[in-house]
Each structure stands twice: as structure tokens, then as C-alpha cells.
């Protein structure tokens, strides 16, 4: 059995460890420079540093400076930001989200910044180990409540990580009282398909000491969609599928996913919405239990919860229009206004110039990503297996 001490190289950073941690950022020269470019004023600078001195625990970090910042970001980049679903989750308790993932950074920290606002604890947030650069973005992120997924590691330590992993997970959610976040399969959505790793679920198992059906009833695991008006990355995301397409073994350098995580959070992204699911019930597992083997169940396990994600998407009528666009039809021209398309349109050849891919490919992958959520829909209300 895995003891505390254990997950040190994984978990979020403890209250008593925050001091410290903050002293390490301000000796970090290149942390600073990262304080420089966002406020700017040597004075806004100096009240940084002397507030993050005075930072003893996790929750002060989070109110004082991570609540403020994520609200820059909203007020400066986000329409609207709604909620749904809260009436399915229960304040004293706590859950597994297993989320659709479009931007690094927002996806989980908007979820924080809502629920906090409704009187909810914080979750934890899976992040990956090829996102940490920089050790003051480790820093900052296991002081924000992350915890750390090994990337990119040979295949023994991998198997070892994700026993160590997947034990910290139901500790964190059965034991600890705390809530966790993690998106539903490794890295975001290119391509506006939200589909579940089995691969994840088989991590989550590999805790488990029970039979299935208890050993995932006691996880709570609650699907949920974020839904971006406007794709907060999207042309960058056209511009890697072109290139994977050019060359399949193209591989992202760790400054790419830097200028992403940049990116996403400066973008214009519309309206956003998040939607929480209902918890999977035991009835629900038990149906999915008398599939054969281990595999066959997680994998219906996994289209489970993608239905429930495809159901909880708020389709906007960017959405439509492109399926429309896409698919060279009018199935959907009820939902959005001549305007609305000429917007779209615009919106398309402004955001694609931006990546020089302004070409009939780049056109076509954007269209498609956009329209890949209305497909998604159809395709699970036509199911009655689920």
C-alpha cells in the first residue's frame, strides 16, 4: 500500500511548504521577468512581491492572486462565463470531473473560479509533466492545487507513475475530501472531438481494490463539458494538423505549448459555458459491468461518459454554421442569423491569416472542428445503448 510520503513528486504543495515556495519563485529570475511583462509598473511589481512574501497557504495564494488574475482574464476575454448542472453536486462531497479539454490552462481554472464563486471547495487539477518548462511553472501550479502527470517517460517508470497516480486519485477524492479535475484524454481536442481514453479509466482502475462497480461507484465521477463560443487556440490548432498532415511525425516543442498556454488565456473566446453532469449512479455501472472483460467495460464505460459530454455541450451557433458550412447544407439554418454567418465567416479568414493558413485546407479543418460537436450530438442521441 502507498504511503503519503509516496506522491511528493505529484501533489499540490501543503500550506507549510507555501512560504518557502514563495521565497523560491522571487529568487527565480525568470519568474520575475514573467511578473514584469504582466504588470509592467515597478511599483504594481514591488506590491507583488511584498504580498506573495506575506503568502502562508494555498488558499491566500488562490484569493490574492489567482481569483484576480483568472478575473482579468474573463472581464478582458469572455463574454459571458454561465454554469449549469450545480443542482447535481453536493457541497460537503467529493467528486472525480472528468472533463472535454479545448485550452490548457482555462478549462480547469474556469471551472475553480465558478465553483468557488458558488461556495464550492476548489478541486485539484491533473496537469501534464511536458507543460512544466519552467520550475516556477511547476511552482506555481502545484501551489494553485495541481498535482502532476508523468509525460513522455520509458514504459516501466510509466507503469509505475500510473500506479502512483491512480492511488493518489481515489485517495484524494475518497479519503482527502477533495474534489479532482482532469481532463478525459491526453492533451486538448485538435480537432472539436471530445472522446474518453479508455486508457484513463484503466489508470483510475488500477487502485482499485474492490470489484468494478464499487471500485468506480466510490470515485463519483461526474462528466462535464466546457463549451468556448470561439476556439481559444483554434488556429493554432489548424496550423499543427496541417502540419501533422505534411509530416506524421511532427512533434510540438515544449515552447509551442508554452505559446499556447499564452495564447489561450490573451485570445477572444465569446461566450463559454460548463456543464455539469449528474454523478454515474451504481445502476448505471452495473448495466455497463455485464459487458465481458475488463476492457470491453472500460470502454463502454468510457462512451458513457462521453454521451453525457456531448449532451452537456452548449452548441452555439458558430457550431451550426459550420456544420451547415461544412457539410454544404442547411440542416441547421433555424439556428443562427444571416449576421451571425457573416460573422463566423469573417471571424474564419481573420483568425486563420493570423497562422498564414488562410487556404482552402486550413478553411476546411476549421469548419470541421467547429462543426464536430453538433456531429457528436446527433450521432449519441441516435444511440438507445447508452
Excluded at 43 to 48: L, N
Excluded at 86 to 96: A, G, P, T, V
Excluded at 248 to 266: A, C, R, T, Y
Aim: charged share 25%.
Amino acid at each position: 500500500m502507498l504511503v503519503l510520503s509516496d506522491f511528493n513528486e505529484i501533489r499540490p504543495y501543503r500550506d507549510e511548504e507555501i512560504p518557502d515556495i514563495m521565497q523560491r519563485l522571487l529568487e527565480d529570475p525568470v519568474f520575475i521577468r514573467v511578473l514584469q511583462n504582466i504588470f509592467v509598473e515597478d511599483s504594481k511589481i514591488r506590491e507583488i512581491k511584498q504580498a506573495m512574501l506575506l503568502t502562508k497557504d494555498v488558499e491566500s495564494f488562490q484569493r490574492n492572486f489567482m481569483v484576480p488574475y483568472l478575473e482579468r482574464i474573463i472581464n478582458s476575454s469572455i463574454t459571458d462565463l454561465t454554469v449549469g448542472g450545480l443542482e447535481h453536486l453536493k457541497k460537503d462531497k467529493s467528486y472525480l470531473f472528468i472533463s472535454n479539454h479545448r485550452d490548457i490552462v482555462l478549462d480547469s481554472a474556469l471551472l475553480n473560479v465558478e465553483i468557488y464563486r458558488y461556495g464550492f471547495k476548489p478541486t485539484e487539477i491533473a496537469i501534464g509533466s511536458n507543460l512544466l518548462v519552467y520550475p516556477w511553472i511547476e511552482d506555481v501550479s502545484r501551489v494553485n492545487r495541481s498535482f502532476i502527470v508523468k509525460r513522455n517517460i520509458p514504459v516501466r517508470q510509466m507503469l509505475e507513475a500510473s500506479h502512483v497516480l491512480s492511488a493518489y486519485m481515489r485517495q484524494t477524492v475518497t479519503t482527502n475530501g477533495n474534489s479532482i479535475w482532469i481532463a478525459q484524454r491526453e492533451g486538448r481536442s485538435k480537432d472539436g472531438l471530445d472522446q474518453t481514453s479508455s486508457a484513463l479509466l484503466k489508470m483510475l482502475n488500477m487502485s482499485n481494490k474492490r470489484k468494478f462497480i464499487r471500485g468506480f461507484e466510490e470515485l463519483s465521477i461526474v462528466p462535464m463539458a466546457i463549451s468556448y463560443e470561439i476556439e481559444p487556440c483554434g488556429n493554432e490548432k489548424v496550423a499543427e494538423l496541417l502540419k501533422r498532415q505534411a509530416d506524421p511525425g511532427f512533434q510540438k516543442s515544449e515552447k509551442d505549448d508554452l505559446l499556447s498556454m499564452i495564447s489561450g488565456l490573451k485570445n477572444q473566446k465569446g461566450r463559454v459555458h460548463i456543464q455539469f453532469g449528474a454523478p454515474i449512479t451504481k445502476s448505471a455501472l452495473k448495466t455497463i459491468s455485464k459487458e465481458g472483460n475488463i476492457n470491453d467495460r472500460l470502454k463502454r464505460l468510457a462512451d458513457f461518459i462521453d454521451v453525457q459530454i456531448y449532451k452537456n455541450y452548449k452548441l452555439f451557433p458558430a457550431n451550426y454554421i459550420a456544420y451547415d458550412l461544412y457539410y454544404n447544407c442547411n440542416t441547421y439554418i433555424d439556428n443562427y442569423s444571416v449576421a451571425e454567418q457573416k460573422a463566423f465567416i469573417e471571424l474564419t479568414h481573420q483568425r486563420l491569416k493570423l497562422v498564414d493558413e488562410d487556404r482552402a485546407e486550413a478553411i476546411e479543418l476549421w469548419l470541421k472542428m467547429y462543426a464536430a460537436p453538433v456531429l457528436s450530438f446527433e450521432n449519441c442521441c441516435q444511440r438507445d445503448d447508452l
